[in-house]
């Protein structure tokens, strides 16, 4: 009896020690994150499911819209959405944006390919998005694209106007049928429009001199339209 008595005593003695180590224990709570390749989910519906911009001129912007619809019955958030080339970006004031269930939002996104990066291009756009308070997805969107080369094609794209420098030149390259229409000079602050290309063209490029007068250009950055063309000015 002694011997039975002593035991447990000793065990009753032993399991407050044992709930108190469960006590003092902290669980830390960790983020998943999923890669989804099919962004049709139950949680969220993408439209389109391909972004396609069909065919770009080279040195052209282009843009087109992506709409996100929340299927679920809880709030996503919606972070960013960044793509794998810096020819394709997204507005940085459109996201990030909170989706009630049954909400949807839109926002565009913008192409500007080079005009050396000529024929069919693919990308992909990633749009991160968090499901729950611990669980975030990145959705993986197809980019198309099929650049062609321009009617004009001006050279450089961007000019450093430096402090003290009145003029630069573009080069500009166009059918030769319209080789008569394009300036000799103009000012940084003008307005040129698109020229008009006859649809029957010789096939023969003319290479032109354009001076361009930087005087009254202040600093900071602007931008000349030129023949549909955007140059980034910078001073």
Not at 82 to 107: K, N, R
Request: aromatic share 6%; hydrophobic share 40%; proline share 7%.
């Amino acid at each position: 009896m002694h011997r039975t008595g002593f035991f447990f005593a000793c065990l009753l003695a032993f399991v407050p020690t044992i709930v108190g180590c469960e006590e003092e224990q902290e669980i830390t709570p960790s983020t998943s994150f999923i890669e989804v390749s099919q962004p049709v989910q139950d949680d969220l519906v993408f439209e389109p499911h391909v972004i396609d911009f069909g065919i770009i001129t080279g040195g052209k912007r282009s843009s087109t819209g992506v709409n996100i619809t929340n299927t679920s019955d809880a709030t996503i958030s919606v972070l960013g959405a960044e793509s794998d080339c810096g020819c394709v970006t997204t507005p940085t004031q459109a996201l990030p944006v909170e989706l009630a269930p049954g909400e949807d939002t839109q926002f565009d996104i913008l192409a500007n390919p080079a005009s050396r990066d000529l024929g069919v291009t693919q990308r992909t756009l990633r749009i991160s998005v968090e499901l729950g308070e611990f669980q975030q997805a990145v959705y993986s969107l197809p980019i198309v694209m099929d650049v062609v080369a321009p009617l004009i094609d001006i050279v450089p794209m961007a000019i450093n106007a430096q402090s003290g420098l009145t003029s630069t030149t573009l080069t500009v390259v166009c059918p030769i049928e319209i080789r008569d229409q394009i300036p000799s000079k103009i000012k940084w602050d003008g307005n040129y429009p698109i020229l008009d290309v006859p649809r029957e063209r010789s096939g023969d490029r003319a290479v032109v001199s354009i001076q361009v007068d930087l005087n009254g250009l202040p600093n900071g950055r602007h931008e000349l339209v030129l023949f549909g063309h955007v140059i980034s000015l910078h001073r």
